[in-house]
């Protein structure tokens, strides 16, 4: 064999990166586009039916944005896990395991132990998240060292939960009477609903996390390729804990507000909320095979299905349309996703 | 000769009954490009993963500066100044280059003087530096690395080896899933790894590729050196020869 005949290429080689194309921007913030449509479509309605406008009217506004509180706690953490390319089933019994918990020990604090309505409260809060951590390391640990596929892992425990919520709970809602709670749940400052500022930061802190700090980070890279993770030496199966353990927490949190919001700890408290939080991740522009999504846009995906539940019961259709206006919401938001993949040459390794 | 960055010295490893390598040896120096050339399971993976720390030797001596060398995990290794680049790459495609080089090792500042964040202006300067070392100009240093093509990803891979100091790059096969000229983009940015100083380990069943980028060519057989040539004072055929044992 000879000396090879081609000439190494030198010089400059640029490596070609077209600019992303306006469209391409619009597609990336399609949840805050929905939400526009929406806004304007209601409010198109509301005007020309009742002469009233929809979205300039203070109780409407209050109501959306506390409508969407719940929905977006679960959905913050559920975030994180669908970026790492997971999935948390568990959430809405998770919630509600810990709505029972905060409900009960409050009412053991304040009525065996004499605390005042204060502390019973943060007694009972406290308690029903720490709660929270047990089924969420249980989900990590199930899916980190067991290598259980998340969507069964966290079945699982979406059973255990729920049956643990429903035995705790003796099978009856648990009503509790502490005007602390009821401040959390529906006091309002400055004409701004408490729980509103209280998700509000945790919106922040979420934002903070996931796209400031090595942990979210490593929850990008881990969710584009668990391999490239593992090889530049990131503990995958630490971050794996972490993340479902986050997922857990932001769960209790939802859980210990809703009965604040109701004055009452419910097992059932998340059950219709799980797939609006999957809903909300998704249509707010993450993808399900994990690798990418914003807090941002998870915001905005809880907006849109709080607009479009309480928009339809301000315009007097039937509830049941909700559903269908919310599934197609999803349905849109994963066809635009995947021809943005498409066109931007989302390269998969092999 | 000048100083030896990595010396395999009677190296020997076995799965089971399958002896893998059979004392082994070779040198690497400072801006040197070993390739390591034999048939399939011939020992070559296993060698590198022996000196990267994916699993321990058995026998023998690997010295790394004159300093005995086992490491038990792959980030010891590239503590020490060991990369290793695999065929596949490893790179997150999600992130932009500064974060892949990065990854795992995010450097931090701090945001109105207390809040921790990750430092990503840092990031994109020192993308930017080390890829135009490597000859590639960024034009968008927050794209995300899927938006490359495979020669360009594999360059990011080299540029984090180089940012990182690395003393000794390994590389598997890097041209194995190229075009062919991504593969002689490669073969060009292993010349500039050489030029810098680096020792270099390179895997290949391309001859030609061999006989381009090599000074030595280290041939196995079966587990066991099988002979060692300079590429200016062999040929092809006798490397084959070397490989097949006839
Ligand atoms: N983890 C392992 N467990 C058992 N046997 C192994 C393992 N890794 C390698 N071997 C065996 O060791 C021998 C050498 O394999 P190795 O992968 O080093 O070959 P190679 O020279 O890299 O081949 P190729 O060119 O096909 O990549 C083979 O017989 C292989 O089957
Ligand atoms: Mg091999």
Same mark, same amino acid.
């Given at each position: 064999?000879?000396?090879?005949?081609?000439?190494?290429?030198?010089?400059?080689?640029?490596?070609?990166?077209?600019?992303?194309?306006?469209?391409?921007?619009?597609?990336?913030?399609?949840?805050?586009?929905?939400?526009?449509?929406?806004?304007?479509?209601?409010?198109?309605?509301?005007?020309?039916?009742?002469?009233?406008?929809?979205?300039?009217?203070?109780?409407?506004?209050?109501?959306?944005?506390?409508?969407?509180?719940?929905?977006?706690?679960?959905?913050?953490?559920?975030?994180?896990?669908?970026?790492?390319?997971?999935?948390?089933?568990?959430?809405?019994?998770?919630?509600?395991?810990?709505?029972?918990?905060?409900?009960?020990?409050?009412?053991?604090?304040?009525?065996?132990?004499?605390?005042?309505?204060?502390?019973?409260?943060?007694?009972?809060?406290?308690?029903?998240?720490?709660?929270?951590?047990?089924?969420?390391?249980?989900?990590?640990?199930?899916?980190?060292?067991?290598?259980?596929?998340?969507?069964?892992?966290?079945?699982?425990?979406?059973?255990?939960?729920?049956?643990?919520?429903?035995?705790?709970?003796?099978?009856?809602?648990?009503?509790?009477?502490?005007?602390?709670?009821?401040?959390?749940?529906?006091?309002?400052?400055?004409?701004?609903?408490?729980?509103?500022?209280?998700?509000?930061?945790?919106?922040?802190?979420?934002?903070?996390?996931?796209?400031?700090?090595?942990?979210?980070?490593?929850?990008?890279?881990?969710?584009?390729?668990?391999?490239?993770?593992?090889?530049?030496?990131?503990?995958?199966?630490?971050?794996?804990?972490?993340?479902?353990?986050?997922?857990?927490?932001?769960?209790?949190?939802?859980?210990?507000?809703?009965?604040?919001?109701?004055?009452?700890?419910?097992?059932?408290?998340?059950?219709?909320?799980?797939?609006?939080?999957?809903?909300?991740?998704?249509?707010?522009?993450?993808?399900?095979?994990?690798?990418?999504?914003?807090?941002?846009?998870?915001?905005?995906?809880?907006?849109?299905?709080?607009?479009?539940?309480?928009?339809?019961?301000?315009?007097?259709?039937?509830?049941?349309?909700?559903?269908?206006?919310?599934?197609?919401?999803?349905?849109?938001?994963?066809?635009?996703?995947?021809?943005?993949?498409?066109?931007?040459?989302?390269?998969?390794?092999? | 000769?000048?100083?030896?960055?990595?010396?395999?010295?009677?190296?020997?490893?076995?799965?089971?009954?399958?002896?893998?390598?059979?004392?082994?040896?070779?040198?690497?120096?400072?801006?040197?490009?070993?390739?390591?050339?034999?048939?399939?399971?011939?020992?070559?993976?296993?060698?590198?993963? $022996?000196?990267?720390?994916?699993?321990?030797? #058995?026998?023998?001596?690997?010295? %790394? =500066?004159?300093?005995?060398? +086992? @490491? !038990?995990?792959?980030?010891?290794?590239?503590?020490?100044?060991?990369?290793?680049?695999?065929?596949?790459?490893?790179?997150?495609?999600?992130?932009?280059?500064?974060?892949?080089?990065?990854?795992?090792?995010?450097?931090?500042?701090?945001?109105?003087?207390?809040?921790?964040?990750?430092?990503?202006?840092?990031?994109?300067?020192? $993308?930017?530096?080390?890829?135009?070392?490597? #000859?590639?100009?960024?034009?968008? %240093? =927050?794209?995300?690395?899927? +938006? @490359? !093509?495979?020669?360009?990803?594999?360059?990011?891979?080299?540029?984090?080896?180089?940012?990182?100091?690395?003393?000794?790059?390994?590389?598997?096969?890097?041209?194995?899933?190229?075009?062919?000229?991504?593969?002689?983009?490669?073969?060009?940015?292993?010349?500039?790894?050489?030029?810098?100083?680096?020792?270099?380990?390179?895997?290949?069943?391309?001859?030609?590729?061999?006989?381009?980028?090599?000074?030595?060519?280290?041939?196995?057989?079966?587990?066991?050196?099988?002979?060692?040539?300079?590429?200016?004072?062999?040929?092809?055929?006798?490397?084959?020869?070397?490989?097949?044992?006839?």
């Amino acid at each position: 064999m000879t000396a090879p005949e081609t000439v190494v290429p030198t010089g400059k080689s640029g490596i070609y990166m077209p600019r992303r194309s306006l469209l391409m921007r619009i597609a990336d913030m399609r949840a805050w586009l929905f939400l526009v449509v929406l806004i304007a479509f209601f409010e198109v309605w509301s005007r020309s039916a009742y002469g009233v406008s929809f979205i300039l009217n203070t109780y409407n506004l209050q109501s959306i944005s506390v409508f969407a509180t719940a929905p977006l706690l679960l959905a913050l953490g559920q975030t994180f896990v669908i970026i790492s390319a997971g999935i948390d089933l568990s959430l809405g019994f998770v919630m509600g395991l810990a709505s029972v918990i905060a409900a009960h020990v409050a009412n053991y604090a304040a009525l065996q132990l004499g605390l005042p309505p204060l502390a019973a409260m943060l007694v009972g809060m406290l308690t029903g998240i720490a709660m929270t951590i047990i089924p969420g390391l249980v989900n990590g640990w199930l899916i980190a060292h067991l290598k259980v596929p998340p969507f069964i892992g966290t079945l699982g425990m979406y059973g255990v939960a729920r049956g643990a919520a429903y035995l705790f709970a003796g099978g009856m809602t648990i009503s509790v009477s502490n005007s602390w709670y009821s401040t959390i749940g529906n006091g309002r400052v400055l004409g701004i609903p408490v729980l509103v500022i209280l998700v509000a930061i945790a919106c922040l802190i979420m934002h903070y996390l996931l796209s400031q700090t090595r942990f979210g980070q490593h929850t990008y890279a881990m969710g584009a390729s668990q391999a490239a993770a593992r090889r530049a030496g990131i503990n995958v199966k630490k971050l794996t804990m972490k993340i479902y353990l986050l997922s857990g927490i932001m769960a209790g949190v939802a859980g210990v507000l809703y009965t604040g919001r109701f004055s009452a700890g419910a097992a059932q408290a998340g059950e219709p909320l799980l797939l609006d939080s999957i809903a909300a991740v998704v249509i707010g522009g993450a993808s399900l095979f994990g690798g990418s999504g914003t807090i941002l846009g998870t915001v905005a995906g809880a907006l849109v299905i709080a607009v479009i539940q309480y928009g339809l019961v301000f315009i007097n259709v039937e509830p049941f349309w909700q559903f269908i206006a919310v599934g197609t919401v999803i349905i849109i938001s994963v066809l635009v996703d995947q021809t943005q993949r498409r066109f931007t040459g989302g390269r998969q390794v092999e | 000769m000048s100083e030896t960055i990595l010396s395999v010295r009677n190296v020997s490893k076995h799965f089971g009954g399958v002896q893998a390598l059979n004392k082994v040896s070779f040198d690497i120096h400072p801006g040197e490009v070993v390739a390591l050339a034999g048939d399939n399971g011939a020992g070559k993976s296993t060698v590198i993963k $022996a000196i990267s720390g994916v699993f321990r030797y #058995d026998e023998g001596d690997i010295e %790394l =500066d004159g300093r005995r060398i +086992a @490491f !038990s995990s792959p980030q010891e290794a590239r503590e020490n100044g060991i990369e290793t680049i695999y065929q596949d790459l490893a790179l997150a495609d999600n992130l932009s280059i500064g974060a892949n080089i990065f990854l795992g090792r995010e450097p931090m500042t701090r945001l109105f003087g207390f809040l921790p964040v990750i430092d990503r202006k840092m990031m994109a300067e020192a $993308a930017r530096v080390t890829m135009e070392k490597l #000859d590639f100009h960024v034009s968008r %240093l =927050d794209a995300p690395v899927s +938006a @490359f !093509s495979g020669g360009q990803r594999q360059a990011v891979a080299i540029g984090r080896a180089m940012y990182w100091n690395a003393r000794l790059v390994i590389m598997d096969e890097p041209t194995a899933a190229l075009g062919v000229p991504e593969q002689r983009k490669v073969i060009s940015l292993i010349q500039s790894l050489k030029a810098q100083g680096k020792g270099i380990i390179f895997i290949s069943h391309n001859l030609r590729d061999i006989f381009e980028v090599a000074d030595r060519i280290v041939v196995f057989r079966r587990g066991e050196n099988a002979g060692e040539r300079i590429p200016g004072e062999t040929t092809g055929d006798e490397i084959v020869r070397l490989m097949v044992g006839k």
